[in-house]
Structure formats: structure tokens, C-alpha cells
């Protein structure tokens, strides 16, 4: 069974930093797609990034990058030079068989930053 | 803006009511899942639709059905409800041929049972 592990609760980062989010994963397949998506207080889940498990290099979407190691199973998620609107929950999250055929996503727990001045 | 839609945005209803949430897919988005955020259990999968045909179910309970219709907006219908059931409900689509799967989620429907 897949499962994501999302270690830190809750992280603070000063403006203009970058912050390091984890993300470990377990699965058995070996084709499979991470992603990191973003709640805001607002609720609704906001994606950010994808990483496909036969993707050679990091992906990176503007301040986003994803740090994957895949013989250590983790996709950190990178923020670069942090605002104050990045304060948010973030889920990593995998799917199976990253063949492009959808399928259901598997989430983490979440770890909630917090942006200050 | 994902451009997936969902209503009603917030539901307050009393325990063994039954309530229907809609989502509309984006354009041309022919997957459709439904998820569940609440406190205790995080996210959790229920249910996937393609086309009209349920492709894949998760941990959705007996009392909780729900259906695509030709048009591919979905219905997710909740009965008998139990306050355990409060939680946000998510709807997703994704891009058909897409070669990442990405999962696109609309705003959700806040459920409060009382």
C-alpha cells in the first residue's frame, strides 16, 4: 500500500527565505507521480508542483522546486525567497502508475508553514 | 481559479438528513474524484468517475453514493448523516491525455452536521 509521510507539523520562515518541506513515500510500484499542493485558510487546494518517478531532473515551477531522491524515497518541496502568502497547510501527495491514466492521489498529513517578518 | 466548480460552498444540515454536493469538471475533463479533508482523517480518497463509469471506489461508506452524468458534472450524495460526516468535500478533474495526471481541485463544500 502507498503511504506519504509528512514529518514536521508546522515550520516557520522568515520573509524572503527559503524553507525545505518533506516528504517521504513508500510504494512497491515503480511508476508513480508526487505532487505538493497548498491549502490555504481559505480551503481550497492549490497544486504546485509534479514529479514523474522516470523524470531525470528536479522539477521546478517559479519559487517551487522539488528536491527528489528516489533511492531514499523523498520529494521535498523548496520555497524560494518566502512571502508572506506562501503562510498556508502543504500536502505532498503520490499517485500509483505514472503512466498518465488517472488514478487516485494519496496524501501526507500536511505541514502547516507560517511566513513571518 | 482551477475551473473546477463545485456547490454549495458551505451546507449545515441535522444528523440522518440527506444532502447532495455538485462538482463540474473543467472543460473537457472527462475524470472526476471525490475526496474528504477532515480532522481526524486527513484526505481521503472516495471515489473516481470516467465518463460516466465509476473507475475506482476509496473509503467511502455505504451511506454515501455518487454519479456522473453526461453532461460530466457529478453528484456525490450523503444520507442518513452522522456528525462524524462534517468535513470538506473536494471534487478534482483531470486533464484527459494529460501525461502527469494532475489532479485539479475546485473550492469544496464545507459540511457541517448538526
Known amino acids: 500500500a502507498q503511504k506519504i509521510t509528512q514529518t514536521q507539523p508546522g515550520m516557520f520562515v522568515q520573509e524572503k527565505e527559503a524553507v525545505t518541506l518533506d516528504c517521504t513515500y513508500d510504494?512497491?510500484?515503480?511508476?508513480?507521480?508526487l505532487f505538493w499542493y497548498k491549502q490555504p485558510s481559505s480551503g481550497e487546494m492549490i497544486f504546485l508542483i509534479y514529479?514523474?518517478?522516470?523524470?531525470?531532473q528536479n522539477a521546478t515551477e517559479g519559487r517551487y522546486s522539488l528536491n527528489f531522491q528516489k533511492a531514499r524515497k523523498s520529494a521535498n518541496l523548496v520555497i524560494s525567497a518566502s512571502q508572506l502568502g506562501d503562510s498556508a497547510m502543504y500536502f505532498c501527495?503520490?499517485?500509483?502508475?505514472?503512466?498518465?491514466?488517472?488514478?487516485?492521489?494519496?496524501f501526507g498529513t500536511g505541514t502547516r508553514l507560517q511566513v513571518t517578518l | 481559479d482551477s475551473g473546477v466548480t463545485q456547490t454549495p460552498k458551505h451546507l449545515i444540515t441535522a444528523t440522518g438528513q440527506r444532502v447532495t454536493l455538485r462538482c463540474s469538471p473543467r472543460?473537457?475533463?472527462?475524470?472526476v474524484y471525490w475526496y474528504q479533508q477532515s480532522l481526524d482523517q486527513g484526505l481521503q480518497f472516495l471515489i473516481q468517475?470516467?465518463?460516466?463509469?465509476?473507475?475506482a471506489k476509496g473509503n467511502i461508506l455505504e451511506r454515501f453514493s455518487a454519479q456522473q452524468f453526461p453532461d460530466l458534472h457529478s453528484e456525490l450524495n450523503l444520507s442518513s448523516l452522522e456528525l462524524g460526516d462534517s468535513a470538506l468535500y473536494f471534487c478534482?478533474?483531470?486533464?484527459?491525455?494529460?501525461?502527469?495526471?494532475?489532479?485539479?481541485f475546485g473550492p469544496g463544500t464545507r459540511l457541517l452536521v448538526l
Open positions: 478534482a478533474s483531470t486533464p484527459t491525455g494529460g501525461s502527469s495526471g494532475t489532479q485539479y
Open positions: 510504494t512497491s510500484d515503480q511508476s508513480y507521480g
Open positions: 514529479q514523474g518517478s522516470y523524470d531525470e
Open positions: 501527495a503520490m499517485r500509483e502508475r505514472d503512466t498518465g491514466t488517472a488514478s487516485k492521489l494519496t
Open positions: 472543460s473537457g475533463d472527462l475524470s
Open positions: 468517475y470516467y465518463n460516466g463509469e465509476e473507475r
